[in-house]
């Protein structure tokens, strides 16, 4: 009987245990998400454009993805941007907003949505980098079936863990392209920017699965190599998870 009973109460305790290890969030690398803010009309900001090449590069089998805005309030001084959106500015006084900011200003990274610092310090990014990337994540997203067009890319995703109060956003960017400044404050220089975001989109709904077609903006060209991310953030817009994939022509 006492046999019994222990056996019993071993069976129970297993049960008890494995129960309470499958409740346990299951954790992941960390990924780190950096979001420049620049412009080709701001003379500070090659500098930044450069380090967030060379950091792209670096760390590009360390889940670690970086992503040029182009915002459109330098445009005035003399030189158009040909990437500067007025959503990218918009985008920028959002986080400005959250980190209880009064100004915005270029070069500035986001790292993982959570704070902000100049985008040509180099002993910060890649101090920060280092930081959030010995972070845990409790969720993963994977991306693949790419079916593209010359109008379309449409993809399938997979994300995993609680999604509760998140959002998901697609995020279609140029690798690389170099542009001939000719005026305003970076006339006569060529910039070569990197990660150029061309389009950005909500999903409607954040699922575990499901696919999704991104359309492609006239500024591609067909010489353009395409990066598409797919970014999950909660509602305070801290970056949880993202994954990538490389496309092209």
Not at 29 to 53: H, I, K, M, R, Y
Not at 74 to 80: C, N
Not at 158 to 184: F, H, M, P, W, Y
């Amino acid at each position: 009987m006492k046999r019994k009973y222990l056996i019993t109460l071993s069976l129970f305790t297993i049960l008890f245990f494995t129960s309470f290890t499958n409740m346990i969030p299951k954790k992941h690398n960390a990924v780190v998400v950096l979001e420049l803010f620049t412009s080709q009309g701001c003379s500070s900001c090659p500098s930044a454009d450069v380090l967030l090449d060379k950091v792209g590069k670096e760390y590009q089998d360390a889940n670690v993805f970086t992503l040029s805005y182009h915002v459109d309030y330098w445009d005035y001084i003399g030189w158009k941007d040909p990437f500067s959106q007025k959503k990218f500015t918009e985008k920028q006084r959002l986080y400005a907003q959250k980190f209880n900011d009064n100004r915005i200003y270029t070069p500035a990274v986001i790292i993982n949505g959570k704070e902000h610092f100049v985008g040509s310090n180099r002993l910060k990014m890649y101090a920060k980098i280092k930081e959030y990337k010995e972070k845990v994540s409790t969720n993963t997203i994977s991306l693949g079936a790419i079916k593209q067009t010359a109008n379309n890319i449409q993809f399938n995703y997979k994300i995993t863990g609680d999604l509760s109060n998140t959002k998901a956003r697609v995020v279609l960017a140029i690798q690389e392209r170099t542009t001939e400044v000719k005026s305003g404050e970076n006339a006569r220089r060529t910039l070569k920017n990197n990660n150029i975001v061309v389009s950005e989109h909500y999903l409607t709904e954040v699922k575990k699965t499901g696919k999704y077609t991104i359309n492609i903006p006239k500024i591609v060209t067909k010489n353009d190599q395409l990066t598409v991310l797919l970014i999950l953030e909660n509602d305070k817009l801290d970056i949880l998870s993202a994954d990538k994939l490389v496309v092209g022509f």
